[in-house]
């Protein structure tokens, strides 16, 4: 990961951020959904993390973890960017869905927001219909983000 990070260092100037990834029960994902790995990797890098909340809703659902603890563990103070959408189960396993945020989500954020140090980017994971999108940033202006 210090490689890979130094190497786009010397290409790139500008902000990383590194996102979390969703939690399977398989062997590619052994350590690296669990919340001292991310913070680790984020901290000793000096990068920021993009926190998608369905990622980490499946996470912690996945792993047998209340989410708000998992949030709670991730490094929220280094959060430059938010991911909101909404997982579902699909053949009986959490899946990023891609769906509308629900208020599950939206509870989610709220808990996220009170702990972090300066006002994220959130970007709207949903495609299906793009009426519904404007109204999901809507909904998101009640924040009052100025990154929204």
């Not at 990070?5 to 290409?11: P, Q, S, V």
């Not at 959130?122 to 202006?141: F, S």
Request: overall charge negative; charged content about 30%; aromatic content about 12%.
């Amino acid at each position: 990961i210090r490689q890979r990070i130094k190497f786009i260092r010397e290409k790139f100037h500008g902000d990383i951020a590194l996102e979390n990834l969703n939690y399977f029960p398989t062997s590619a994902y052994t350590h690296v959904c669990e919340s001292d790995f991310i913070s680790d990797v984020v901290r000793d890098n000096e990068v920021y993390m993009v926190l998608d909340i369905a990622h980490a809703i499946i996470s912690a659902n996945n792993m047998g973890i209340d989410k708000y603890e998992y949030l709670s563990s991730l490094p929220l103070d280094r959060v430059k960017e938010i991911h909101m959408s909404a997982p579902g189960k699909k053949d009986g396993e959490w899946r990023d869905l891609h769906e509308i945020p629900s208020q599950e989500e939206y509870r989610a954020l709220d808990f996220v927001l009170k702990h972090l140090c300066e006002n994220p980017y959130i970007v709207v994971e949903y495609y299906k219909n793009m009426e519904y999108v404007q109204k999901i940033y809507e909904e998101l202006n009640r924040y009052e983000l100025y990154n929204t």
